[in-house]
C-alpha cells in the first residue's frame, strides 16, 4: 500500500513539518458530517469512506506539495464526489454510441432479452443440481451441452467462466505435467503468441498452466514443416491461437487448422484452437460476405481440432463464458480435471447462455443484441441516422453543427480485426472541441459513449437502439446546458 494513503490516516501520526497544516484539515467525522450537510441523500456509511479518501488525499498532497495549497472548499468536494462514487451502482449503464458492437469497456455484448433468463435464475431457487425426477444429484449445465453440439457439430462441449479459463483447462487437462511425463511441451506459432486486453498473454497462461511453450516460424511466416521439427517425446500439444487484436499482411504465412490436425493426428498429438470470438451463425451466409471465415464455429469443429474453444461474449452475444467444443475424449478428460471446478460458470450465466442458445436453434436471431447490431442492413441505419439527426437538429436549435453521414467501424472486443462495417452516423461539432462535448455527454446522467473523431463527435447508428435517442438527446441537452 502506498504509505502516503493509510487507509485510516487518523492513526499514523503526522511528520512533525506539515503538522500545522494537516490541523487545518477538518477530522473525519466532520467532514463526513458537512459532506452528509451538502448531500442529505448520502448514506452515513458513504459520506465516512469519501471524508476518510478525501482526507488521506489532501494529506497526501500536503506531504509531496506546498502544505497552504489545500483549501477546505476542494477537500469537501472530493470526499462528496468520493461518497457519490461509493453509492452509485455499479456498473453503470450507459449508451453505446460508439458503433463498436462488441465494446471491451463497454461490457463486451449486450444480453437483450436473455438478462432477464439470468435475472430469474438468480432471484430464487432453481434444480441447478437436481434432477426433479430421481430427486438425485443432477448435472449443472444440462441441456446447455446438448444445445452446444447441436449448434457446432461437435461430438462432446462443456462450457466453464471465460475463454481464458477455457484455455487454462485445455493447456493443463491436455499437456499438463504428470507425474511420469514430466514438463510437456506445446508448440505454438511465433506469430500467434498474442496479447489480448485485459493482460491475457498466450506465453503467461502457458506458464501458469505448467507448460512448456515451444514457439516455433517467425513472426510473419510459420510452415507445418516449423510444427514438424519441433515435436518430440514431450510434445502435449499442438496449439494454434487467433490473432484476435491484430492483423497480418505482407511477406505472411501460417498453417491453417486443418493442416495442422493432419500433423496431430499423424503423431497422435492432440491439437486445440483457441478461436477466441466465433459463432453459431454463418454470418457470410446472411450478408456479411466479407467476415472471415473462421469465426463460423461449425467450420472449424469440422476441421477435426481435439478442442475449439471460445468466449461466450464476443460475437455469440451471449454471457461472459468459455465455450469448449470437441472430441468427446478431450472434453470428457477436461470437464473431470478438478480444476474445471475452480473454473466452472456461474448459475446466471449458465441460465443466459442456454437462453441465447436456444434463440439461435429458433433462428430468433433479432433477439440477440450483438447478432441483430451485426446483420442490420446499412438502409435501416440510413433511416434511423436521418432521424436522429432531424431530433438533434431540433435540441441544438443551431448552437452545434449538426451532419448525418456514410461511416464505417470496426467490431472490436477482440474478435474480427481488420473488418468493419458499413454504418451511418450522426456528427456533432462546436462547444469548444470534440473531446470536451464528448466528456459532457458521458457526465449526462444517462452517460452516452460516442467516437470523437478530428473536430466531431459521432453517434454511430449501428449500436444505438430505438429506444436510444431519447437518451442521445437528453445527453446533448445537459452538454448544452453545462456550457452555457
Ligand atoms: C478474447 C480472447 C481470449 C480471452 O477470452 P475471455 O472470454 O475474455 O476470457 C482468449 N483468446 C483469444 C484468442 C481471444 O480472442
Redesign the pocket.
Known sequence: MDPRSPVNPEEHPDETEHRDARRALPSVDRLARQVTGMAGDLPGWAARAGAREAVAAARAEMARSDPAGIDLATVQTAALTAARRLVAPQPRPVVNATGVVLHTNLGRSPLGAAAAAAAEAAAGYSDLELDLVSGRRGNRLGSLVDKLVLLSGAQAAYACN??????LLALDTLAGETATSGLREVIVSRGEL?E?G?S?R?PDIMAKAGVRLVEVGSTNRTHLSDYERAIGPNTGMLLK?????FEQSGFVAEVGLGELVGLGRERGIPVVE????GTFVDLRARGLTTIPEETYVPSRVAMGADIVCL????LLGGP???LIVGTAEAVNAMKANPLARALRLDKMGIAALDWVLTALLDDRLSEIPVVAQLLEPVDSLEARAKALGAALESVVGGKLDVVVATDCAPVG???VPGFELDTWVVELRGLRGASRLAGLLRAAPAPVVTRVRDDAVVFDLRTLGDGDAEAVEAAVQFALTQSA
Request: zero cysteines; a neutral charge.
Open positions: 471465460n475463454n481464458a479459463s477455457a484455455l498474442v489480448i485485459g491475457f498466450v491461437v487467433h490473432r484476435s487484436n483457441d478461436l477466441g470470438s468466449s461466450g461474449d464476443k461472459q463464458a468459455g472486443g477482440g474478435s
